[in-house]
């Protein structure tokens, strides 16, 4: 964040405060918010966006961090390492891999 924009805030009712951001995700982070929203889905019964995911990510990422002792990486680091696991691949490969992912086929994949 270079450009020191800062996005508008809105203060919602419940306490909390909503935030609106554009990231630009790999595939395979897409596809693993994907299994996440899908995970809370059926823990909260409910239908759930990747927005929800994202924040429950982030909620669980923030918890975590506070309850273990301090690492030699940030919380954030640590995070996003923990997606991006696959090897490089072109970008057509990932993004297929990812839907693939998304839609439960992820075991009839080829290498």
Not at 23 to 46: F, I, K, N, S, T
Request: charged fraction near 20%; hydrophobic fraction near 40%.
């Amino acid at each position: 964040m270079n450009d020191r924009v800062t996005p508008p805030m809105h203060a919602l009712p419940d306490g909390e405060a909503e935030i609106a951001l554009v990231l630009h995700l790999p595939w395979e982070d897409v596809a693993a918010l994907g299994q996440e929203a899908g995970r809370l889905a059926a823990r909260m019964q409910r239908p759930v966006t990747l927005d929800e995911a994202v924040s429950h990510r982030l909620r669980s990422a923030r918890s975590a961090a506070h309850a273990k002792p301090p690492t030699t990486q940030p919380a954030a680091v640590t995070a996003s390492a923990s997606v991006s696991s696959l090897p490089a691949r072109p970008p057509a490969e990932q993004a297929r891999q990812a839907i693939d992912r998304i839609n439960g086929n992820a075991g009839h994949e080829s290498a």
